[in-house]
């Protein structure tokens, strides 16, 4: 006799994407159990930027403005020279936001305080992380996955449908399951660590002897606490003391200052720098996600929000077929976002080099607002379009009024774990209405009034136009009011009837 289903899913890790992921599942109603070997949520700054798209994530998640509130803004990075001087510039290209674009600045937050947020959140949905937990081993079939689980209570076996490994570099689902993680060292290691220190303001990231890898330091106030993140490269072989009086000691080294003193470490790591790619995502009914997929240097802030990004992708199509969506969907995980790792791993390597060089500066590349997948399997365009946007781009914002009066932004609109039409100066009702879409007219006496224009000029549409966007937030379809069969059918192959 076949064992009775435990949950749909099981997440082994509750980093950054193994909470997204949760989160996502929770909001759908699919049963899932979220497990993490470490008795105590991770307290280190590792991840310390949220980048614009992710911040769109969060917005839909519903916990940007906790997350803004817990964080703040880059303070600009001073660089000291040898006679105590400095230079000051900012950390990355300064841009104001725009009706299509929200966010448009990087937002500092230390790590631990992301996941506390995503934590609450997920409590408020009704589950929560099971600490102390981890998976020791398992089986799959056609029909699911057996896995083995020590706990605090002992050994015992679940079967679940779905697996996903989002436990970090060293995954045990990926040893497991036999996927490769080919890639190379990258003949850098570094210390990082969080410190309470006196004798540097808190208004700037300073930093030291930027271009010399043996006298690198880095001291970055963390917005939301009283901390210092200290960064350095350190010699590739040796013991590294992390103490407070060792850190003090490096401190005083590099920088030829005795009045900059560590008083208490919060957290600290040395590591070696490596650039990976797992061969593959999915081995049947087991994925991976974050950095169980993916491992990469830490500069230009993209390691927590490609693993974010990963988990947002892969939670409404997980969802979608333990509700009766054709499987194949699943296989859209990988062929989408594998990719975004591979040019992941070229950009933060790039910007380490630069790094080394001391001349490195972060612009719209480290944003991931251009990241989109235009050669997906579930981006459908009829006619295909010669410019502007296309299916499989990022879904822009858009000032919109609704025909109460009230001012919306079609961001609002999509909030939420469903799909979204857009029919520009169509016919109400020649899309009949199904279960998980949500269907809006735009125009001057439709529901929404494009009174700005901002719909109009962000998503280039005609009369008679329609835009289906994906519950991640990318465009699924562009189709012309003679294609509403062709967009009935795509519709029905994602599994909305």
């Known amino acids: 006799m076949t064992k009775q289903f435990t949950a749909d899913v099981l997440i082994c890790g ?3 994407a193994g909470l997204t992921l949760a989160i996502d599942l929770a909001r ?18 590792r991840g310390k930027g949220i980048q614009p798209r ?7 998640l519903g916990i940007i403005d906790r997350i803004f509130a817990a964080g703040g803004p880059y303070p600009p990075q001073r660089e000291y020279r040898d006679d105590g001087s400095f230079t000051e510039s900012e950390v990355m290209e300064r841009s104001a936001p725009t009706p299509a674009e929200p966010y448009h600045m990087a937002l500092m937050i230390p790590q631990f305080l992301t996941e506390g947020v995503m934590r609450e959140r997920l409590f408020e949905l009704g589950q929560r992380v099971e600490f102390g937990c981890e998976l020791v081993g398992l089986e799959q079939d056609q029909d699911g996955v057996t896995a083995r689980l020590s706990g605090k209570a002992g050994e015992e076996t679940i079967r679940v449908r779905y697996l996903v490994g989002a436990d970090g570099g060293r995954s045990f689902v990926r040893h497991a399951l036999d996927i490769g993680f080919p890639g190379k060292t990258l003949g ?3 210390v990082v660590a969080d410190v309470v220190l006196t004798g540097l303001d808190r208004t700037a990231w300073h930093r030291f002897n930027d271009g010399a890898m043996d006298r690198q330091m880095a001291l970055c106030p963390l917005a939301g606490t009283e901390l210092f993140q200290l960064q350095a490269p350190i010699p590739l072989q040796g013991e590294i003391d992390l103490s407070a009086e060792g850190l003090s000691a490096m401190i005083a080294e590099r920088t030829g200052r ?8 919060h957290w600290a790591s040395a590591y070696q720098m490596n650039a990976r790619l797992a061969d593959r995502y999915r081995d049947g009914r087991a994925f991976l996600i974050g950095d169980a997929a993916h491992i990469h240097p830490p500069t230009g802030g993209q390691g927590l929000n490609t693993s974010v990004q990963d988990a947002y992708n892969l939670g409404w199509k997980l969802a979608a077929v333990i509700g009766g969506a054709p499987t194949a969907l699943l296989d859209s995980y990988e062929e989408e976002r594998r990719p975004v790792a591979a040019g992941m791993l070229g950009l933060s390597t790039k910007l380490l080099d630069a790094a080394k060089r ?7 590349e480290v944003q991931q607002l251009d990241i989109g997948y235009p050669g997906s399997p579930l981006a459908l365009e009829k006619p295909e379009r010669a410019e502007g946007l296309f299916a499989g781009d990022r879904a822009p914002d858009a000032r919109l009024r609704g025909a109460a009066g009230q001012p919306l932004r079609l961001f609002e609109l999509l909030r939420g774990p469903h799909w979204t039409l857009l029919g520009y100066q169509v016919k109400r009702g020649a899309v009949p209405a199904r279960t998980g879409l949500h269907i809006h007219c ?3 006496t439709e529901e929404l009034i494009d009174e700005s224009e901002d719909f109009r000029r962000a998503y280039a549409v005609s009369s008679g136009d329609w835009v289906l966007l994906r519950p991640d937030g990318y465009i699924g379809a562009f189709v012309g009011s003679e294609q509403i069969d062709t ?8 599994g909305l009837v």
């Open 28 to 45: 759908r109603g699919i049963s899932f159990r979220l497990i993490e070997k470490m008795d105590r949520p991770f307290h280190g700054s």
């Open 258 to 265: 005795s009045d900059i003193r560590i008083h208490a470490v």
């Open 54 to 60: 992710t911040q769109e994530i969060f917005e839909d």
């Open 188 to 190: 850098v290691r570094a």
């Open 14 to 16: 509750a980093g950054a």
């Open 358 to 364: 001391g001349d490195i500066r972060r612009g719209r």
């Open 442 to 444: 735009v125009g001057p």
């Open 487 to 494: 967009l009935t059918r795509f519709l029905a192959e994602q």
